[in-house]
């Protein structure tokens, strides 16, 4: 589904902050899930309402809370609540036409950003809107849809081994930002196998079907830039910041999640250039076609009219045609049918017409 | 109704600072309207002159004045000599050719921008430049037209427990700012229906109308960047600036109404690339009916103009052509006006030409 | 007249400094002008030599010194001994290919700008290179051509009453350079009524003439833009510097300038768009011609083709053609001839051919 | 073989710093391959594990370790343990699809670019992704292929007055770089071969197979330009970097890199614009053969359509036709027939289109 | 002769600081000469070889020694001797494909640029890199070939009254640039005019040789950008820079040859974007030929066909067709064959296709 550019502005008059759910309504109902971790243990469970995360307010252990669907409006006014979130951070959770970006307040990080992922059959791009709210021991993650993009995250906080249980909030959050960044690489990937089908449509059999995919290509990939260009602003201002709620060590990871978002985007660079390239065949290989069949019709033409010409002549009714009544005029006249096309298909042949 | 590119130069040797109205006229009158506001009250009235502003000028309360139709200059002479405005501010508010800019002065705020607004109907743009004087405890507003652009914000103020009432006239320039903003979004609405109208017109029937809606649009498109890009600069300007008159809280405020002008002119922005993309389409979709046409006539010429040079032939007077004596000679002739169609249908085919 | 880019190489080799004018000779004569003036006085007379003028050098009046016509090299030489004027800045001001800059010396600020005003009749642009020297007392200005551009200045100066009179010589700087600048409205104008009128021969009855008047409004319009764009730096380094020469208050009226040489560019700039626009629209409008002699080729060749044929058929000569002497076989016939173009134009009514 | 876009994305879900061989297999088998070398001395030799590496870790001499062929993950797993390297920057060398970067570590430097070679035989482009490892006294560097990329700089190794064999792992890094960088201007050297080959065919015999190798190389030059563009800020960054690995008298030689990889991108920009530009002339060549096209046809079909007619009024059979009877009508016809075509054939030669 | 982009390879493989000569061979011999001037006097001569500067080297006059001819690479090894010179600076003076750049080295500067001169007779440019290394009191200049490119200074430094002669090494290194850049005015004279030329051949008689004119035009401009646009880099380079080799007072001079160097680059831009429009008005005007083409074939075409149809009828032999005996059937086909034609030019004519 392309994310139409059309922004909804049933908000338009109201006060700021305001909170009201702007978007498509992915989800009919909001669900809440904690995965709740330490070195030492991970629980994961779902919960019914917001007020079940005090006790991991203060605590010491990491706290992910994913919340699915941005139908209910309650949901977030207890977030913002409970964990003193500015009432301009809840309206830009709730609309999920958001720029992405990195805002940095006194206790709590919020970033925004787009998943895209590709969607399965012909090539299309899934928008999501992820939403973070970064606080000491606590990650508040609000999701539009219910999918299974984080399973392979829930995976590794599952294994006591790994760097992302003994880590703190910021990895976690890295972890999140990598695992978003990198279905771009999917996206890629889908974007080059459709590339490839269109190219051969262009070369062998050009249509126009095949410029309405070129072009629905092109403009997906002026969404995908639209919405990835801003991921590499986001995440030099959180290189840049030096929040106390970003360990040192974490920013080597984040610039590898930059140096990702950085190759995803001039990836689509490149495929605008390469669909740009593919327009000009199709428009050149179009002149070619028009240019073959001006070809066969001059052929026809510039052999059957001279002769049906010379036809004509004989089929004169004047009193006084000599030729008329030769014995070998006719077969004569044979001749000429014959050796006039033949000469005619010689020069077309040097023109590299035939 | 598009904004002219022309700028009137009837003020054009003047010497600066001299008040003359340059600009479509609008409005006949210029109307005064006040709006007081503390916390507790929130008094609306209409005033007669300037004069009557006096008593606002350093009370407590918030005084937001709308003034609406330009063309009664001493209105702006009186309001400057009230509040001590320099010339060069005056003049710019009564030239409605200004680009958006932001001026910090010592006592107040000059903001001055454009209001777009999509026009009801047929899409086009509908351009008000708005004025803005910050003071401590004043708004001073100036606009072009009488219309309800405002009331949305009127209705707050109606409303004790907004936090508009609560808060000081920069909080009111925020609002001012954000109402005229999400205006861009409106737009974006109404672009949004007239080019998915527009895209199914070049796929199925592009005829030269279609190509001047297409660049109909692409030249709104110029206008309206032209006057929503500098909104970035003078935001950005205003974050930047340090004035005691704006509160430290209210830069989150222009923030967000930073992000909404950069989503508004993104949107715009991907429109020209969209609209470009139309342009290509139809020109291409011209080739390929011309390409149809072509066809038509190849097959057509091609088919029947062998046969006449057949028949030509038979047509002929010779005395000694012994085919028009045999009895079988014509049914044959037939068996060749059908064979021949036949063989370059099939031809013309296995050439997608029909 | 447009501007060459041709720049005249008569000096090359020349070492750096040697007084010899460059350009178009405009003016034979080179006339002098001068205006002292004070909040008391303002005296306008012509003086014939440089010396004159050193009673002004240490006046406490405001003295305007207008030079138009650049031929004189010995004028300018005088000028640089009696000011004591850097070799490469009088250099500078005999040579009218100049790019537009600002310079600050110890003594004095050099400016060096392009006047674009449009030429009456039809629409070319008039270019005319200005230079000033700035002194704390003295301005000198060196115009190319005798023209009444500066007009408006000298009524405001004849006016005691306004504030020219009781400024410094940074004043009436900003004041020349808002008088050049604002003519820049004025070509804005002209230039608006142009494209209008192109405009609608494009859409109407474009012809190679409008392709030809398109080329030249949009070489005009690099033309102009390479010689307003400088304009802004220029102004930039104005604002940025801090020459005691310039007083604090006339910052903000240089700001103004700024804005209104940004007003023009952007202007311009916006043409070039609807320029590269309109000749989209020229070239499928030749596209549309051709298809449309393409389609009655084709209708009036498929018509006939088929018919001429069935006529051929029935012109043979042969021995045993039954339909010959059938009763009804001609009457037959042109029921056909009637039939079939029917069917084809119905056929082509549906195509929307015709 | 040309970089395909596509990145492998297998590794999606895996934690960071997880070390999986991401990229093409190039070489089944990992070759460890050592020169150690002093001002005295320079070995070479194979190794078969890293831990035969581990005396030469804190001599004295300076030790290249070339890595060729990146399956075997314990080679570098091993490399990392006994350098202690970053496990990001491991996994950056196992993944192929890097972007070319320079990164600086406490004890270490990280730099991966991409190599640019031009294949034997028709032009396209040979990447190999190339990491270096700098320490004080080895340089570890990793490469995908085997190649005699490095012999010139094996063969300066074992000359031992070279610079050098007396300078240290920051010289020999500038060597590596520089011979990397050097490949392309053999690269750019290929390219204009082939370029000037593809010209002559645009201009004498241009067919769908030119506009594809235009193609071909257009989308050649988006990826090198892709690969080498990061190399010019990769290598800002070293210059900027103040590293004590590297010394004082090295950046010398790193700004001269630096002017090559300059040099290198700026052909290739200049060659897109080529290829654009041929783009242009095959796109005109085609229409100008539509045009001979066409001529053709409508000197054949002016010519003989009209004389076709002539001879159609005299087959006709109207019992009153004078002309039939007069003698001289045939041959007077005769005369028609030679008169017109000829008058023809001098129209169209004034109008050049034979 | 226009630059090669091609950059010989040659020297791949070796070391840094290889003294190998890079580039086509101008001269076979190298030429040393020698100016040794003061205010007092001024000698110039020949020399042999390089040992005979060593009296210049700490002389107190300013010695300009040009070098021309660069296949001799043991002269500019003995300039790296005496004089003390980096190698990478020695190599880079003999390799002719340098990007022009400025370096500051502690006793001297470097700078390599390229001399663009048109070529006599039909427009192409010659290129010539020129390097100097500045000292104290010498200047080394290295041609690649023999010209008077320089006499104009050979002649200010004989005037014994030039500021020339009584300045350092820095203005003498200034006029070098100076007359240098100046080459450039003399470039675009000369490209001005063959712009003209192919401008009316576009208008009046556009054939594939003015396509290939422009494109041979477009290109030269290509190239002469790649070499020009670093020179403003270079000069402001030099301009930020306080070397002690370069006075105070020369930096004025310095800034003039940016200037100057900037307007032969906006120049160049500007032709750009002329021979773009060209282009453009190349394929328009075929596409108005083709027009015409077309239309003089569908009005023969047109007119014809259905005449030969009409005559066509009536040469059928039908035995029952009345008309045959009508005895003024025969004239009212005439006047059917003249009044057809009539009307259809009309209809022509209303369509302006005549």
């Given at each position: 589904m392309s994310d139409s550019l059309s922004t909804v502005s049933d908000k338009l008059g109201m006060p700021p902050?305001?909170?009201?759910?702007?978007g498509n309504v992915h989800e009919a109902v909001t669900r809440l899930f904690v995965v709740d971790y330490t070195s030492e243990y991970a629980n994961e469970h779902s919960i019914q309402s917001i007020d079940e995360l005090r006790q991991y307010r203060n605590s010491s252990s990491i706290t992910w809370v994913i919340i699915e669907g941005l139908t209910d409006v309650g949901v977030v006014e207890d977030v913002g609540k409970m964990f003193d979130i500015h009432p301009l951070v809840l309206e830009d959770i709730l609309n999920t036409h958001q720029r992405p970006k990195f805002e940095e307040y006194d206790d709590y990080l919020f970033?925004?950003?787009k998943c895209l992922m590709p969607e399965k059959g012909e090539f299309s791009v899934n928008y999501e809107q992820i939403s973070l709210l970064v606080l000491r021991n606590v990650v508040l993650m609000f999701k539009e849809k219910t999918d299974?993009?984080?399973?392979p995250l829930?995976?590794?906080l599952r294994n006591s081994k790994g760097r992302l249980r003994s880590s703190g909030s910021d990895y976690l959050t890295y972890s999140v930002l990598d695992n978003?960044?990198?279905?771009?690489?999917?996206?890629?990937?889908?974007?080059?196998?459709?590339?490839?089908l269109v190219e051969s449509d262009v070369y062998d059999n050009p249509t126009p079907a095949t410029l309405n995919q070129i072009q629905r290509l092109k403009r997906e990939m002026i969404n995908v830039r639209r919405n990835m260009s801003p991921v590499r602003e986001m995440l030099a201002a959180m290189l840049r910041s030096e929040s106390p709620l970003i360990h040192e060590?974490?920013?080597?990871?984040?610039r590898d999640v930059s140096d990702h978002s950085l190759r995803v985007i001039e990836s689509v660079e490149s495929y605008r250039d390469i669909l740009s390239g593919l327009l000009e065949i199709y428009i050149s290989s179009i002149s070619n076609k028009m240019n073959e069949v001006m070809k066969v019709l001059t052929v026809f033409a510039s052999i059957f009219i001279p002769l049906t010409f010379l036809a004509g002549i004989y089929g004169m009714n004047f009193e006084y045609m000599p030729e008329l009544h030769w014995k070998w005029a006719y077969p004569a006249l044979w001749v000429a049918f014959i050796t006039i096309p033949a000469v005619l298909l010689v020069y077309f042949k040097k023109k590299k017409w035939l």
């Open positions: 902050g305001a909170l009201v759910h702007v970033i925004v950003l299974d993009l984080f399973n829930l995976k590794q978003i960044v990198d279905q771009g690489f999917l996206l890629i990937d889908a974007l080059d196998e459709t590339v490839i060590q974490t920013y080597l990871y984040l």
